[in-house]
Nanobody, 127 residues
Framework: QVQLVESGGGLVQAGGSLRVSCASS????????MGWFRQAPGKEREFVGG????????GYTDSVRGRFTISRDNAKNTVYLQMNNQKPEDTAVYFC????????????????????WGQGTQVTVFS
């Protein structure tokens, strides 16, 4: 099993930046793809970004591409989501996800591909 713990959420003014982190433990060495998802009140959980095991391959949903950057430090068992030029519509609970199955050098935009989830961290962007 893999345990995931997010941190770094909070309040940020529109146009500002915030970085959220996700620390993994347990079978962290077995993690392949990791992803960030978010869920706003009254909405379904949506994919934000994904990253492969080595970090060489990343992908984003259209609404955040060019503003958000996902990265990972495998030595620290941590994945990051740097969020720049934030907008009020970025307000949501952000979840970290990981999978120990599948291919190592790919990422997945679908929640069902991940079998380990964190508890989420709230990000609120005010104008």
């Amino acid at each position: 099993q893999v345990q995931l713990v997010e941190s770094g959420g909070g309040l940020v003014q529109a146009g500002g930046s915030l970085r959220v982190s996700c620390a993994s433990s347990g079978l962290a060495f077995s993690i392949n793809a990791m992803g960030w998802f978010r869920q706003a009140p009254g909405k379904e959980r949506e994919f934000v970004g994904g990253i492969s095991r080595s970090g060489s391959h990343t992908g984003y949903t259209d609404s955040v591409r060019g503003r958000f950057t996902i990265s990972r430090d495998n030595a620290k068992n941590t994945v990051y989501l740097q969020m720049n030029n934030q907008k009020p519509e970025d307000t949501a609970v952000y979840f970290c996800a990981a999978t120990i199955t599948g291919l190592s050098e790919t990422w997945y935009p679908v929640a069902s591909q991940y079998d380990n989830w964190g508890q989420g961290t709230q990000v609120t962007v005010f104008s």
